[in-house]
T-cell receptor, first 114, second 116 residues
């Protein structure tokens, strides 16, 4: 069974631009969560989607948004990029997103803002 | 809000020896899950071991075991017979049981070096 696939692996943008990251969960998984990982702030939860609905949201500004499609694939969008948005963005999927189900992570997208 | 603290930014161990990574957490909940994840340089987060708070028995997965002290809110990871492939960043994580979905709260991480 294929794992969680994130594309692209690397991305370079400049301040003020916007970016879209993609995550394809494991087949059959309906919950997709996104995390931001930086050296200063560590791993922080962005949001979770389940059945095309945002079920949970972290403490990030409105520039960070996401969506989930009917095939459970998810995209994350960041608008008006700032230098501080440089980070590794990780996506994780699980069957139903309940607490007792393990989350499976992708390899992440490394976003660099110049 | 829940918080997770890993007080050891770096640890090192000799190959074949045993090492213990520390983790403490703060929560007002009584039912939750605790996890240890491993992140090698390849960046993928890999689940090492999981503990359910309502289970008193400490979880074990091959060479990995935990010491879960619920009253002290402590959750340490012991790696026995350390191998070179164990070198990675280790994260302790908390997840509340119930309707909060799959949200994980992570600690700061401990970078483990395994010396040959």
């Amino acid at each position: 069974k294929a794992g969680v696939t994130q594309t692209p692996r690397y991305l370079i943008k400049t301040r003020g631009q916007q970016v879209t990251l993609s995550c394809s969960p494991i087949s059959g998984h309906r919950s997709v969560s996104w995390y931001q990982q930086t050296p200063g702030q560590g791993l922080q939860f962005l949001f979770e989607y389940f059945s095309e609905t945002q079920r949970n949201k972290g403490n990030f500004p409105g520039r960070f948004s996401g969506r989930q499609f009917s095939n459970s694939r998810s995209e994350m969008n960041v608008s008006t990029l700032e230098l501080g948005d440089s980070a590794l963005y990780l996506c994780a999927s699980s069957l139903e997103g309940t607490a007792n189900q393990p989350q499976h992570f992708g390899d992440g997208t490394r976003l660099s803002i110049l | 809000a829940q918080t997770v603290t890993q007080s050891q930014p770096e640890m090192s161990v000799q190959e074949a020896e045993t090492v213990t990574l520390s983790c403490t957490y703060d929560t007002s909940e009584s039912d939750y899950y605790l996890f240890w994840y491993k992140q090698p340089p390849s960046r993928q987060m890999i689940l090492v071991i999981r503990q359910e708070a309502y289970k008193q028995q400490n979880a074990t997965e091959n060479r990995f075991s935990v010491n879960f002290q619920k009253a002290a809110k402590s959750f340490s990871l012991k790696i026995s017979d350390s191998q070179l492939g164990d070198a990675a960043m280790y994260f302790c994580a908390y997840r509340r049981r119930g309707t909060s979905g799959s949200r994980l709260t992570f600690g700061e991480g401990t970078q483990l070096t395994v010396n040959p």
